[in-house]
């Protein structure tokens, strides 16, 4: 068995996860829309995901799920993905100059 919460017993992501993924994701599509900063988006979030863990968990449950992410990070899995011609991939907010 995983020791991840976020994968299930036989590998797959779980339905709820999956689902808050696609909400979150179609959040992030309004905002950009809307034409907020990414950095923007992307602060609020992240404050009102630590918020939601500070409700939900203690202090050592959310080290360790920082420090996964931290880990994650520093392992480059979160980098972009680059384009066909080798350069990084870059937001369309970001090519019309409304980006941060």
Do not use: C
């Not at 779980?14 to 979150?24: D, F, K, M, Q, R």
């Not at 990414?38 to 979030?45: G, M, T, V």
């Not at 203690?58 to 392992?75: C, I, P, T, Y």
Request: charged share 20%; aromatic share 0%; proline share 8%.
């Amino acid at each position: 068995m995983s020791s991840d919460p976020t994968i299930g017993q036989d590998g797959t992501v779980p339905a709820e996860l999956s689902h808050a993924g696609a909400v979150v994701d179609k959040a992030i599509e309004y905002m950009l829309g809307q034409e907020l900063p990414p950095l923007a988006i992307a602060s609020a979030l992240l404050g009102g995901s630590l918020a939601l863990l500070a409700r939900t968990m203690d202090e050592g449950a959310m080290l360790r799920m920082l420090d996964n992410a931290s880990r994650s990070v520093r392992a480059g899995e979160l980098r972009p993905a680059p384009q066909a011609n080798g350069a990084p991939e870059v937001p369309e907010a970001q090519e019309s100059g409304r980006g941060a």
